[in-house]
């Protein structure tokens, strides 16, 4: 664990027009929160928090929340920078095509000890050429973009960042988040390879948030709904099947449903949604399970029943294979203590 500095370290985000508010003041709150822990043990304050911008003044978020920018970036001396954010936003866009900003990224790259991102802001790092031939995430809707328009990176969708100290399991120089809130836990993890796990916990507790989450734990994502293109028969079923996960969703009765020979079916179904339909069902109903986890009253035995897996293990297997975690595990780290030894 590192001791206490004497010197706050300086955490600086960069803001644009359009940027995604929470992808600035989450971080910072998590660093102005250790700051608070830090002062209740009766040490100084480790971390100080700017934002830099175009120039000093407001800058317009994606919200419409205005956040006041202390400096111009390029009044920014980078030789006394611990830690750069580049958050995401609607705006990420117009900065990959600055040259000013992405030749700026280059230099702090070289200078500063952390450089990192949030949310699609990882694309601006991409662009700059700071992530090639590393690890690297972002908001899931951005993952295949990303994969796509930048090979010399290896994407890893299924993280919530990339940070790691010890560069075992990530990069403690160069990192990126997933979505918005994954920015949070960047961060906390940034404290804890500061500060220790303890502060990091007690950041976590003050903030009400659910723990500290690992950075390669999967990113989890909404129920999925049919896509734009899928035809409407497909998108019928696909409504259907949420509020009947505990039916008999077999290829054959899914195929007979959609009015389709089993082996059409298939066909149009991977066509359409880009995955089999056995791959869809579960996926579907992990993500009914997960949702029904947060009810502390049900045990895993019961989610499991009731959302179509024959038996806990099944269940288990997976949670793992989607989520990276066992459905125990995402019980206790969302607060779940009724469920703790449930079967």
Request: net charge neutral; charged share 20%.
């Amino acid at each position: 664990m590192s001791v206490a500095v004497e010197t706050p370290r300086l955490i600086v985000c960069h803001a644009y027009d359009d940027v995604m508010s929470l992808d600035i003041v989450g971080p910072l709150q998590v660093f102005g929160s250790a700051n608070d822990e830090l002062s209740v043990l009766g040490r100084p304050k480790a971390y100080e928090g700017i934002i830099v911008a175009e120039n000093a003044g407001p800058v317009q978020t994606s919200c419409g929340l205005r956040l006041y920018a202390d400096m111009g970036w390029r009044e920014l001396d980078l030789s006394g920078v611990d830690t750069l954010l580049v958050p995401g936003g609607n705006g990420v866009v117009r900065m990959m095509r600055h040259q000013p900003i992405l030749d700026w990224v280059q230099r702090a790259e070289k200078i500063i000890p952390r450089l990192g991102s949030v949310c699609s802001g990882a694309l601006i790092l991409a662009e700059a050429g700071v992530l090639d031939g590393r690890m690297a995430t972002t908001h899931w809707s951005r993952c295949d973009q990303m994969a796509r328009d930048f090979p010399a990176i290896h994407m890893m969708g299924d993280r919530l960042h990339s940070f790691d100290p010890t560069g075992i399991d990530g990069d403690p120089h160069v990192f990126t988040s997933a979505g918005v809130t994954a920015g949070i836990d960047l961060a906390l993890a940034i404290v804890e390879a500061d500060f220790g796990r303890s502060l990091a916990l007690s950041v976590a507790r003050r903030l009400v948030m659910f723990l500290k989450r690992p950075g390669g734990q999967a990113q989890f994502s909404a129920y999925l709904t049919p896509e734009s293109g899928s035809t409407a028969r497909l998108s019928s079923l696909l409504e259907w099947l949420p509020a009947n996960l505990a039916s008999d969703l077999s290829l054959e009765s899914l195929a007979d449903r959609a009015g389709m020979t089993p082996r059409t079916f298939s066909r149009v179904f991977s066509r359409d949604l880009g995955m089999s339909p056995a791959r869809y069902v579960e996926r579907v109903r992990v993500e009914a399970a997960r949702a029904l986890l947060q009810d502390e009253t049900l045990t895993i035995s019961r989610v499991a029943g009731l959302c179509g897996f024959r038996h806990p293990e099944t269940l288990r297997r997976a949670f793992q294979r989607h989520l990276s975690v066992s459905p125990q595990e995402y019980a206790e780290r969302f607060a779940r203590k009724a469920l703790v030894g449930a079967t």
